[in-house]
């Protein structure tokens, strides 16, 4: 375990008494004596006061932030480029992952920025991994999926609707809880090349739960396998095997539970580990 994640594991153990899940972002935020700003920077710089005008400003342009940023200070600012609300019940799953994954960057460097590639890259993945975690906590989600099963492929959504989280960050928060053996993957048709159907990945449950998107942006092709996806009604459940791997991730021969989602299919693969992440992660 590396640094960062010893630190932001100890900050939930701390947070997690102190508020409850569904988390109050505004609140969290006021309690930690962090700023919370939301919305354009071009709204922002209307309606900010004198000590958040100017400096966060050239600052939040300057990183061209798409989603969120961390600013230390003074005050330390947690800025949220989309949502119009800090209110739990409003703010979409999606921007409360960021939130959190801000929070986890105050929370670790309390100012001081990561000042080396590695160290970089290591916090972020510690971050994802404290946002996920605060937001969906371990023993919560125990409660809702039980031991791993077949039915943890359609106990994804019950955990995103309890913690008000994304599919896919409670899809890295069970990933977590069965020791990265429960791998799921989400895929999207892309278009035909060459007369050949392939899928591409979306999203995968192993960014949330170690920082490393194995799979992610991969291609299959496996024609017998895309036949069994495009058979599948919506919200259907199959059992099936897949030849090959997926961007690193060993799939060759595992058992594969697939799912209809609206426009995407959702996987759940049973694998023996993940590959290791060099120097870096859990």
């Excluded at 990183?63 to 947690?78: E, H, M, S, W, Y």
Aim: proline share 6%; net charge positive.
């Amino acid at each position: 375990m590396t640094p960062a994640f010893t630190v932001l594991e100890d900050w939930i153990a701390v947070l997690g008494r102190r508020w409850p899940v569904p988390r109050a972002p505004k609140e969290v935020s006021s309690a930690l004596g962090v700023d919370l700003l939301l919305g354009s920077d071009a709204s922002l710089a209307a309606g900010s006061s004198s000590r958040h005008a100017g400096g966060i400003i050239d600052a939040i342009r300057r990183a061209r932030a798409k989603d969120g940023l961390f600013l230390p200070g003074p005050p330390p600012t947690i800025f949220l480029a989309h949502p119009r609300t800090a209110d739990a019940a409003e703010m979409a799953p999606r921007q409360r992952f960021t939130w959190a994954h801000e929070l986890g960057h105050y929370l670790l460097w309390k100012g001081t920025p990561a000042t080396t590639g590695a160290d970089y890259w290591e916090e972020e993945a510690a971050c994802n991994w404290f946002a996920g975690e605060f937001l969906a906590p371990r023993a919560l989600v125990q409660e809702i999926v039980g031991r791993p099963s077949k039915e943890w492929l359609t106990a994804v959504r019950r955990v995103a609707d309890a913690c008000d989280v994304s599919w896919d960050v409670a899809a890295g928060c069970m990933t977590a809880l069965s020791g990265g053996r429960i791998v799921f993957l989400r895929l999207s048709h892309t278009s035909p090349r060459d007369g050949v159907e392939r899928m591409r990945v979306v999203a995968t449950s192993t960014y949330h739960h170690s920082g490393i998107a194995v799979g992610a942006r991969a291609i299959i092709a496996d024609a017998q396998f895309m036949r069994t996806c495009a058979a599948l009604r919506s919200s259907e459940t199959h059992l099936t095997t897949m030849q090959g791997n997926i961007g690193g991730l060993q799939t060759d021969g595992c058992p594969v539970l697939v799912r209809r989602l609206g426009p995407h299919w959702v996987l759940m693969v049973r694998v023996a580990s993940l590959p290791a992440r060099e120097g870096k992660g859990r």
